[in-house]
């Protein structure tokens, strides 16, 4: 499942793939590809809207 996130540190917006077989409640570390830094990446499914709530914030600052 596609979705956007948008990077703790610069704003950018970037893509990433979800995958539904990992669950409802999900953690992984993208790095930005503007400007490389690490961003963890907290997905929780939502079953009203059928697509994960994304949030972020940045690996090396928490």
């Known amino acids: 499942m596609e979705q956007t996130w948008q990077c703790a540190c610069c704003g950018e917006e970037n893509e990433t793939f979800i995958d539904p077989q990992g669950g409802d409640n999900q953690e992984f570390v993208e790095d930005c590809p503007v400007c490389c830094r690490p961003n ?10 059928q697509r994960y709530d994304l949030s972020t914030y940045q690996e090396d600052v928490g």
Do not use: G, L, Q
Request: glycine letters at 0%.
């Open 40 to 49: 963890v990446i907290t997905a929780r499914y939502n079953p009203h809207a």
